[in-house]
């Protein structure tokens, strides 16, 4: 048997609004975290001359390149706006402790047509 064992101990509510709980909300701690995203872009394009078909023996090349979460507009002092610790959580919304921002992925890819 360890220090404390046989000891209760009381989760209630002033252990939530506590560092135990990660803290209550602070007024003086919130900020605006209104925010606009470049979600997604893509460009595409088809070549599909008859000289493909001479030379090659393709009917069309297909070209594509695309990219996700490429520009974040905000004032928002942490890693991203759209980020939480909860999850889907609505209890948890606005707390950004311990998470990483949404990545940013570019896709290149090329389709050879015969």
């Known amino acids: 048997m360890g220090p404390g ?3 209760a101990v009381q989760l209630g509510q002033s252990w939530f609004q506590s560092l135990g709980g990660l803290g209550a909300a602070r ?22 001359q008859p000289a493909l ?5 393709l009917s069309s090349i297909d070209v594509r390149v695309s990219g996700r979460n490429l520009k974040l507009w905000s004032d928002y002092k942490g ?13 948890n919304r ?6 990483n921002p949404i990545s940013r992925a570019w896709v290149f890819s090329i389709g050879l047509n015969r």
């Open 94 to 99: 606005g707390i950004d402790w311990f998470t």
């Open 79 to 91: 890693f991203d706006p759209e980020v939480h610790t909860g999850g889907a959580a609505v209890a």
């Open 53 to 57: 078909r001479r030379r090659l023996g």
């Open 27 to 48: 007024e003086h701690l919130m900020e605006d975290a209104t925010f606009t995203r470049l979600r997604e872009v893509s460009l595409a394009y088809t070549f599909d």
């Open 5 to 7: 064992s046989g000891v």
